[in-house]
């Protein structure tokens, strides 16, 4: 299994469990899968939707800001990278 580093989570917003995540080295794709990892995060899932500026989207490029739902708390900082199968 791949990985390559794809962007930072900016922010989490813990009541909604969503991060806010700046891709720098897209693309981001619904149904790719996400490794979450940070200095105690790490966490891998699948991107079951993405929104930009409170409209879903099927596609995140370089420089993008997006929000994710996350299944488990993220800290701001953490590395996101893209699973490669």
Do not use: C, W
């Not at 966490?43 to 930009?52: E, H, I």
């Not at 929000?67 to 996101?80: F, S």
């Amino acid at each position: 299994m791949e990985a390559k580093e794809i962007g930072k989570v900016e922010h989490y917003f813990g009541k909604i469990g969503v991060a806010a995540i700046r891709i720098t080295s897209g693309p981001l794709n619904v149904g790719d899968t996400i490794h979450v990892k940070g200095h105690t995060t790490n966490l891998t899932q699948k991107v079951d939707s993405m929104q930009a500026e409170n409209k879903s989207v099927q596609k995140a490029n370089n420089g993008d800001g997006i929000g994710i739902k996350v299944k488990a708390h993220v800290r701001d900082n953490d590395v996101i990278y893209k699973v490669i199968e």
